[in-house]
């Protein structure tokens, strides 16, 4: 059996493509609440790791099950209320959380927009359609377009693989709080490269202990970075928008 990540002709490099921090998806601009844990006095260097494995659980187990309802939606009778009611439920989810909330909304509109701009050649006219109805519901404000969702969709529409596709969400986000701590000056580039390699065992647990709920499962097992993670917005000075 070919391993997933082997390399053809367009997976390899679409997975290259969809991991570049160049992505303009808006990720660049979020530190997932380590900015305001930091500052929270919460958050040092020696628990740096604990910290990344803790919200990378808590986000996977708030996320993934939205990841997958996105992924699933072409297999439905129909896709747009598929899309809604996935829609709906996080957003109710996510409502408690206007800091999240917003990183969700802006990045998941981005991620509609960068598939529509880059990715629609040669892709089947149904596909762009349904992203194009989607996408202009939401800039009328008849849905919301939360951003596990879309990723879960574009990378379905792409033809990523679904176990692809949740390494993908988990080792975005990883990269993600590890970047932010570069960028603060937590950790040094080299330091945190380290850790991101070795965080791959903690993400793979993760994975396995999350991927079986559904959208009614969905929690957040870590309270406290979801109250340092809305606290965003009220610190004096900040590097990041989330």
């Given at each position: 059996?070919?391993?997933?990540?082997?390399?053809?002709?367009?997976?390899?490099?679409?997975?290259?493509?969809?991991?570049?921090?160049?992505?303009?998806?808006?990720?660049?601009?979020?530190?997932?609440?380590?900015?305001?844990?930091?500052?929270?006095?919460?958050?040092?260097?020696?628990?740096?790791?604990?910290f990344?494995?803790?919200?990378?659980?808590?986000?996977?187990?708030?996320?993934?099950?939205?990841?997958?309802?996105?992924?699933a939606?072409?297999?439905?009778?129909?896709?747009?209320?598929?899309?809604?009611?996935?829609?709906?439920?996080?957003?109710?989810?996510?409502?408690?959380?206007?800091?999240?909330?917003?990183?969700?909304?802006?990045?998941?509109?981005?991620?509609?927009?960068?598939?529509?701009?880059?990715?629609?050649?040669?892709?089947?006219?149904?596909?762009?359609?349904?992203?194009?109805?989607?996408?202009?519901?939401?800039?009328?404000?008849?849905?919301?377009?939360?951003?596990?969702?879309?990723?879960?969709?574009?990378?379905?529409?792409?033809?990523?693989?679904?176990?692809?596709?949740?390494?993908?969400?988990?080792?975005?986000?990883?990269?993600?709080?590890?970047?932010?701590?570069?960028?603060?000056?937590?950790v040094?580039?080299?330091?945190?490269?380290?850790?991101?390699?070795?965080?791959?065992?903690?993400?793979?647990?993760?994975?396995?202990?999350?991927?079986?709920?559904?959208?009614?499962?969905?929690?957040q097992?870590?309270?406290?970075?979801?109250?340092?993670?809305?606290?965003?917005?009220?610190?004096?000075?900040?590097?990041f928008?989330?």
């Open positions: 059996m070919q391993h997933p990540f082997a390399s053809n002709e367009t997976s390899s490099w679409l997975l290259y493509i969809l991991t570049d921090s160049a992505l303009p998806t808006g990720g660049f601009v979020a530190s997932s609440g380590l900015e305001a844990t930091f500052q929270a006095g919460l958050l040092t260097r020696d628990n740096l790791p604990a990344v494995q803790s919200s990378a659980h808590s986000y996977s187990s708030q996320t993934l099950c939205f990841v997958k309802a996105g992924y939606v072409p297999d439905q009778d129909d896709p747009m209320a598929a899309l809604d009611e996935a829609d709906d439920t996080c957003e109710a989810v996510m409502i408690a959380n206007a800091v999240a909330r917003r990183a969700s909304l802006a990045q998941g509109v981005a991620m509609l927009t960068l598939y529509l701009k880059c990715f629609t050649e040669d892709r089947p006219e149904k596909d762009i359609q349904l992203i194009k109805k989607w996408k202009l519901r939401i800039r009328a404000g008849t849905t919301f377009g939360h951003f596990p969702i879309c990723f879960g969709l574009i990378c379905r529409l792409l033809q990523v693989d679904l176990e692809n596709t949740l390494h993908l969400w988990l080792y975005l986000f990883t990269r993600t709080l590890y970047s932010s701590a570069v960028r603060l000056n937590l040094g580039p080299y330091e945190a490269q380290k850790l991101l390699f070795e965080s791959r065992p903690s993400v793979e647990v993760v994975i396995q202990q999350t991927n079986h709920l559904t959208m009614d499962d969905c929690c097992t870590n309270p406290l970075l979801d109250v340092c993670q809305g606290m965003h917005d009220r610190l004096y000075s900040r590097l928008n989330s």
